[in-house]
């Protein structure tokens, strides 16, 4: 159980709410968008509602090899009473009946690992991809939205980039500084004289 002193209540699909978050949604009949509130939580792996949801998510964005690898992650945390390091979070729309979690209302997944105090390596993070392929989408700023709720709870992340510049700008736009130009590692820290 994470314990800080942000927003920790439990909701009864398993998942912890962690934070509200703010990603910007289209206004109907414009090219312009808004800011419009959404829910940061951690998935329990215990829960098997909220494995079920993952399941269903990982089977609706096939395509999207994160979403399954997630997935896969979570059911075995909830086969190992051992691995308190591994941690799924989720950015849903859902901001208050949470009775159960709608695979619908996922709007993206993350999975971290802790490897120090307050440190973690992100391993994988994927959204919802009806909102990534799309000229204009209905709602943007998800990934962001995610990495800085992470920021909120960690004081380092480390991460591996896919060599893709578009990941490498998103990954640049949002505070984090490459390790050097031959390797596609990746490090943020609130602290600017973090060492790899």
């Known amino acids: 159980m994470i314990t800080n002193n942000y927003d920790l209540n439990s909701v009864s699909f398993g998942a912890k709410f962690v934070r509200n978050a703010n990603i910007e949604k289209l206004i ?5 968008y808004a800011k419009s509130k959404v829910s940061f939580v951690r998935i329990d792996p215990d829960n098997l509602g909220d494995i079920k949801a993952l399941a269903e998510v990982a089977s609706c964005w096939e395509h999207e090899k994160f979403a399954n690898t997630i997935y896969n992650r979570a059911k075995s945390l909830r086969e190992s009473a051992f691995d308190l390091k591994s941690k799924v ?5 859902q901001r208050d009946n949470f009775k159960r979690l709608e695979p619908a209302n996922i709007m993206g997944l993350v999975e971290v690992e802790e490897y120090a105090p307050k440190s973690i390596r992100l391993n994988h993070i994927q959204v919802n991809p009806q909102y990534i392929y799309l000229e204009t989408p209905p709602v943007r700023g998800i990934g962001s939205a995610i990495l800085r709720r992470l920021k909120d709870i960690y004081s380092q992340i480390i991460l591996n980039s896919l060599p893709e510049s578009s990941v490498r700008h ?3 736009k949002n505070g984090f500084q490459r390790v050097s130009e031959d390797k596609l590692k990746y490090y943020w820290q609130k602290d600017k004289f973090f060492m790899i």
Do not use: H, R
């Open 28 to 32: 109907p009949g414009t090219a312009d």
């Open 170 to 172: 998103f990954y640049e």
């Open 89 to 93: 979070y989720a950015l849903i729309s």
